[in-house]
């Protein structure tokens, strides 16, 4: 069976005259007539009624021309969508995150796209940064915001979304709660709630380092291996902590933010992508997120 063959049938059903279907499908006659013939010998059924005056389909012809027209409804339907997914009209896209993104403006960034792109599914992956890059590099995510700290990037596009500087979390009530801004040195024998060093070596020896050039090293009582436990823990008072600025956002009570002065490090976040996997479609979404970067 061939696809030719069907289109001349439902020309023929449907204008039930061979001499119109003919003109309609733009070749002659005789050449539809045995297309009509070597259809029906196929199939073993008879589709159509032919007399001299008049053609008109049997109950058989009836119920292929429904079955045709729905093959024909979905190929249109599958040719519509994949020029739609070639042009990042529709698709899904999977996109991982750290969860500190989540108080960065990623999220008015996704909702910015989804209000203009209603058509693509978004798939979420809230992971951490080694959780995310074999992710990534195995396919298994399109977009990958992280923190960078000595990781193996190679081979992999990247842009920095948020650049912003730490601020420390104390605890309502601290003296420092009187200060506008908080010096380094000022957290000299403060007790200190910091990254967890076995799971961001890098990051810990970064603020270690700022902390040897300010001439002490920290009193650090606690370690953990998020922002939102570290927050969580300096509203029990145990101590302060250095977290990125839009950790201010939480308002949690028992908690208040100062600048903090001093030779730290920024704070970033930073997309990742592989350049070969970059669809149309995941370049809409880099240039809705490309206007919400915040670099501060």
């Keep these: 069976m061939e696809f030719r063959q069907l289109k001349y049938f439902i020309a023929v059903a449907e204008e039930l005259h061979f001499g119109r279907a003919a003109e309609r499908c733009h070749i002659a006659q005789p050449p539809l007539s045995q297309q009509i013939k070597r259809l029906e010998e196929e199939l073993g059924v008879m589709l159509l ?171 650090i009582v606690q370690e953990v291996n998020t922002e939102q436990s570290t927050i969580a823990l300096v509203s029990t008072g145990l101590g302060m902590a250095l977290v990125p600025a839009s950790s201010a956002g939480d308002q949690r009570a028992g908690v208040i933010f100062r600048p903090l002065d001093g030779d730290l490090p920024n704070w970033e976040i930073t997309a990742l992508w592989k350049s070969r996997k970059e669809t149309e479609l995941l370049r809409r979404f880099l240039a809705v997120v490309t206007e919400f970067r915040e670099l501060n």
């Design 49 to 219: 009624e032919r007399t001299s005056r008049k053609v008109s389909l049997t109950p058989e012809g009836a119920e292929f021309l429904d079955r045709v027209r729905e093959v024909f409804g979905r190929m249109d339907e599958a040719v519509d969508r994949v020029k739609s997914m070639s042009r990042g009209e529709e698709g899904c896209l999977r996109v991982g995150f750290i969860g500190p993104a989540s108080l960065s403006s990623l999220p008015q960034a996704i909702r910015c796209f989804r209000d203009a792109n209603p058509r693509i599914k978004l798939d979420f992956s809230a992971k951490s940064t080694t959780e995310q890059l074999p992710m990534l590099r195995g396919d298994r995510l399109d977009i990958a915001f992280v923190r960078l700290f000595g990781h193996d990037v190679e081979k992999l596009e990247q842009m920095v979304f948020l650049r912003e500087p730490y601020v420390l979390a104390l605890p309502q009530g601290h003296r420092f709660e009187a200060l506008e801004r908080v010096d380094i040195l000022q957290l000299d024998g403060e007790p200190l709630i910091f990254n967890q060093r076995i799971a961001q070596p890098a990051l810990y020896r970064s603020l270690m380092g700022s902390f040897h050039k300010a001439g002490f090293m920290p009193n």
